[in-house]
């Protein structure tokens, strides 16, 4: 049976004074694909930020990755998001260093220090989301789909066993949105619990998995869309249009 990583009761969270959402009773379990649905300003990225400490649990209890949230130290913070893969809609890539330094920067700061172990496991990332020709490429030299197949790799980084995506398709076309979460479920298959912030609902029917709504200062479970049948999808831009290079999943720790 899957373990749980993260689970919350009875969370309240707030912005400043303004609650966002209260009354949160959510579990969820290593090796689940979830999306949390909602309108702007509904919570998403506010429950999103609580999972990873940027914002305090107001009340309630809260687990995730094995961290209490109510009694998590400043100097556990670090700790905690070396477990939580982030990618974020506008990439958030140093724009005055390439991929590869991109990828160094943040190992150096989540503490490695060997110089060989960096550059191998900034090799095995890029191999995972088929980046490795372009660890010389400055941000500006890629597009919108191959930035963020790069924000991926930085995620995976730690090996982190969540992966927590905000809006990870908004900035980049339908075609290669659906490129990059058939890649998020994929990693998800091989046991990372993965958890995308969406309005993109075509999604969901297309690659199946929880779904969460925030809606009117709560978080509630929905029953998901079923799967498209193969008939509804020849036309589907993922198959029509150029791929994108393939991810090496043979390593995923």
């Not at 999306?35 to 506010?46: A, C, D, M, N, R």
């Not at 172990?117 to 890629?142: C, F, N, S, W």
């Not at 498209?228 to 198959?239: A, D, I, Q």
Request: proline residues 5%; charged residues 25%; hydrophobic residues 35%.
């Amino acid at each position: 049976m899957a373990e749980t990583i993260i689970k919350m009761t009875g969370g309240v969270i707030r912005q400043q004074e303004y609650t966002i959402l209260k009354q949160v009773n959510i579990e969820i379990k290593q090796g689940d694909f979830v999306y949390l649905i909602g309108k702007v300003g509904s919570g998403k990225t506010s429950f999103l930020k609580t999972l990873y400490a940027e914002l305090p649990l107001a009340f309630g209890e809260a687990e995730v990755a094995g961290f209490q949230l109510k009694k998590i130290r400043k100097s556990q913070i670090p700790l905690l998001r070396r477990k939580c893969g982030m990618a974020f809609q506008d990439f958030k890539l140093l724009i005055d260093r390439n991929v590869y330094k991109n990828l160094e920067f943040v190992l150096r700061a989540t503490g490695w220090k060997n110089k060989k172990a960096i550059h191998e496991r900034i090799e095995t990332v890029l191999d995972k989301v088929g980046m490795q020709e372009k660890q010389h490429k400055m941000p500006h030299q890629l597009s919108g789909g191959e930035q963020q197949r790069i924000v991926l790799a930085r995620a995976l980084l730690n090996a982190p066993p969540l992966i927590l995506a905000d809006e990870p398709t908004g900035n980049i076309d339908p075609e290669t949105s659906y490129q990059l979460i058939e890649l998020l479920k994929e990693i998800c298959e091989t046991g990372k619990t993965v958890i995308i912030a969406t309005h993109q609902y075509d999604l969901i029917k297309k690659f199946p998995g929880r779904v969460l709504r925030c809606e009117n200062g709560g978080l509630t479970e929905e029953s998901p869309e079923p799967a498209e049948t193969p008939e509804t999808t020849e036309s589907s831009p993922v198959e029509t249009g150029t791929a994108m290079p393939a991810m090496n999943l043979d390593l995923i720790e």
